[in-house]
T-cell receptor, first 111, second 113 residues
Framework: GQNIDQPTEMTATEGAIVQINCTYQTSGFNGLFWYQQHAGEAPTFLSY??LDGLEEKGRFSSFLSRSKGYSYLLLKELQMKDSASYLC????????????WGAGTKLIIKP | GAGVSQSPSNKVTEKGKDVELRCDPISGHTALYWYRQRLGQGLEFLIYFQGNSAPDKSGLPSDRFSAERTGESVSTLTIQRTQQEDSAVYLCASSASTGEGYTFGSGTRLTVV
């Protein structure tokens, strides 16, 4: 079957670094996405990984290891506005290439 | 359009009434998805349209829920005989093709009283 796991909630301090992990099980992997969702708003695209390695985009980076079924989202120089839920989603042939969504990680930033 | 447009943004309805939610995807996006999100919960897949193929209705929770899409344009999600458990945000998303990233609309917040 297909499964995506990510922590339910994390807390970090303003200015610090936080790593949000996502593990997945699927067949016919076709890419992994990270989305950000502020409370009461729609999810917005952050990053996409299809090959192993690190993709850096400003303060946010995303890493993928296909052999381990593992990804992480790294947020640096945390700001209060980074308080949000972070959703991991995986596309695969098994799901007819639809994205399968994790339940999201609620990130709380403290001053 | 420039983004995914959903209407209404908020809907309060009485238990037992029917409601219709509308989604206007990004022009040219062949794939369209409906999700439900209850307060503090993750995304719950409802239905998926891809071009002129038969829709994937596997996520619809009951026969009170139905959706239509004409070609590659507007989609409507209809909930008949609404129940309080239907209260949630209904999100629509579209993508250029299956397997590509989704762009979400702002959602319709449905409250059944």
């Amino acid at each position: 079957g297909q499964n995506i796991d990510q922590p339910t909630e994390m807390t970090a301090t303003e200015g610090a670094i936080v790593q949000i992990n996502c593990t997945y099980q699927t067949s016919g992997f076709n890419g992994l996405f990270w989305y950000q969702q502020h409370a009461g708003e729609a999810p917005t695209f952050l990053s996409y990984n299809v090959l192993d390695g690190l993709e850096e985009k400003g303060r946010f980076s995303s890493f993928l290891s296909r052999s381990k079924g593992y990804s992480y989202l790294l947020l640096k120089e945390l700001q209060m506005k980074d308080s949000a839920s972070y959703l991991c989603a995986v596309g695969s042939r098994a799901s007819n290439y639809q994205l399968i969504w994790g339940a999201g990680t609620k990130l709380i930033i403290k001053p | 359009g420039a983004g995914v447009s959903q209407s209404p943004s908020n809907k309060v309805t009485e238990k037992g009434k029917d409601v219709e939610l509308r989604c206007d995807p990004i022009s040219g996006h062949t794939a369209l998805y409906w999700y439900r999100q209850r307060l503090g919960q993750g995304l719950e897949f409802l239905i998926y349209f891809q071009g002129n193929s038969a829709p994937d209705k596997s996520g619809l929770p009951s026969d009170r829920f139905s959706a239509e899409r004409t070609g590659e344009s507007v989609s409507t999600l209809t909930i008949q005989r609404t129940q309080q458990e239907d209260s949630a945000v209904y999100l629509c998303a579209s993508s250029a093709s299956t397997g590509e990233g989704y762009t979400f609309g702002s959602g319709t917040r449905l409250t059944v009283v």
